[in-house]
Nanobody, 125 residues
Framework: QVQLVESGGGLVQAGDSLRLACAAS????????MGWFRQAPGKEREFVAA????????AYTNSVKGRFTISRDSAKNTVYLQMNSLKPEDTAVYYC??????????????????WGQGTQVTVSS
């Protein structure tokens, strides 16, 4: 059974940093894209960041560019999201996603077949 388990969320103040981690088990994603999405209360799930199979290519939504960094450790089958200069509008449940076919840093949710349960990030002003 494939599982993606996120960790690292929490309650922080504006300007603080958090590092999310997503550990995969049940299969390796070393040949596939992985991504982070988020969903704020009352809003649809949105793309945040993605990384290609090798880690050599990344993609970000405009609102997090320059503040968030996605990375992966293939040896640990884990993907990370370093979030700096957090803002109240970053408050959301953050979901990790893994693709079974896509190798590029895909922005679309349909590219991902596996999803974690999410971790809450709350940024106070």
């Amino acid at each position: 059974q494939v599982q993606l388990v996120e960790s690292g969320g929490g309650l922080v103040q504006a300007g603080d940093s958090l590092r999310l981690a997503c550990a995969a088990s049940g299969r390796t994603f070393n040949s596939n894209a992985m991504g982070w999405f988020r969903q704020a209360p009352g809003k649809e799930r949105e793309f945040v960041a993605a990384i290609n199979w090798s880690g050599g290519s990344t993609a970000y939504t405009n609102s997090v560019k320059g503040r968030f960094t996605i990375s992966r450790d293939s040896a640990k089958n884990t993907v990370y999201l370093q979030m700096n200069s957090l803002k109240p509008e970053d408050t959301a449940v953050y979901y990790c996603a893994g693709a079974s076919a896509y190798t590029t840093a895909a922005r679309a949710a349909y590219a991902y077949n596996y999803w974690g349960q999410g971790t809450q990030v709350t940024v106070s002003s």
